[in-house]
């Protein structure tokens, strides 16, 4: 997982796939939007196979401001923590997290 700051400046985890390199090729970039379980390895799936595509695929940990990362499981166990974490997150800060990440994607060279 690599770091960047969220909106307000808050540390937020991404994780990053990249294609595998290529001479003289840039790559684009897609941002995959974790799941209300935040970014489990099934998302991380997703993003190896967007890079398989020829994407740098970024999912960044949008609950941060609860938790940096929390993997939720799919059971009834972690419902109480999928709620409260469901329930924090704001609209405002959502968008600004997410333009942070197109500013990073835009910054680096892919």
């Given at each position: 997982?690599?770091?960047?700051?969220?909106?307000e400046g808050s540390d937020m985890a991404c994780y990053v796939s990249h294609?595998?390199?290529?001479?003289?090729?840039?790559?684009?970039?897609?941002?995959?939007?974790?799941?209300?379980?935040?970014?489990?390895?099934?998302?991380?799936?997703?993003?190896?196979?967007?890079?398989?595509?020829?994407?740098?695929?970024?999912?960044?940990?949008l609950f941060h401001r609860e938790h940096p990362n929390p993997k939720l499981?799919?059971?009834?166990?972690?419902?109480?923590?999928?709620?409260?974490?469901?329930?924090?997150?704001?609209?405002?800060?959502?968008?600004?997290?997410?333009?942070?990440?197109?500013?990073?994607?835009?910054?680096?060279?892919?």
């Open positions: 997982m690599d770091d960047l700051h969220g909106y294609p595998l390199p290529a001479a003289g090729n840039s790559f684009p970039a897609v941002i995959v939007v974790q799941e209300a379980f935040g970014v489990t390895r099934h998302i991380e799936k997703v993003c190896d196979r967007f890079a398989q595509e020829g994407y740098v695929a970024v999912a960044p940990a499981g799919y059971g009834d166990e972690d419902a109480p923590a999928r709620n409260r974490y469901m329930g924090a997150l704001r609209d405002d800060d959502l968008v600004e997290d997410i333009n942070q990440v197109i500013k990073w994607t835009q910054s680096e060279q892919f």
